[in-house]
């Protein structure tokens, strides 16, 4: 399941360097989570790195983008080619 950043976002920025994908961006009015390269973090860490740094608890779950582990993984390999996924 794609992460999606809510209202309570404040632009502090923190989340845009720590996402493995690439996902993240600057938007108006708030930054913003790309769902075609959000993996949950899936292959790169345990857990969602724009959640863990998010000061506000912004970066949420987002019920639109459900998606097996299957599906993470295919997402996984696209974005990152010559990756090797990480398992926890
Ligand atoms: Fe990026 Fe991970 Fe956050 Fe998805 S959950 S936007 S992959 S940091
Ligand atoms: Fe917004 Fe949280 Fe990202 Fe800061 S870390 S830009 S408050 S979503």
Request: net charge negative.
């Amino acid at each position: 399941m794609a992460y999606q950043i809510s209202d309570a976002c404040i632009n502090c920025g923190a989340c845009e360097p720590e996402c493995p994908n690439s996902a993240i961006s600057e938007g108006d009015p708030t930054y913003l989570i790309n769902s075609n390269r959000c993996t949950e973090c899936f292959g790169h860490y345990e857990s969602s790195r724009c959640a863990e740094v998010c000061p506000v608890e912004a970066c949420q779950k987002d019920p639109a983008h459900q998606e097996t582990k299957e599906q993470l993984l295919a997402k996984f390999k696209k974005i990152n080619p010559d990756k090797t996924p990480k398992t926890f």
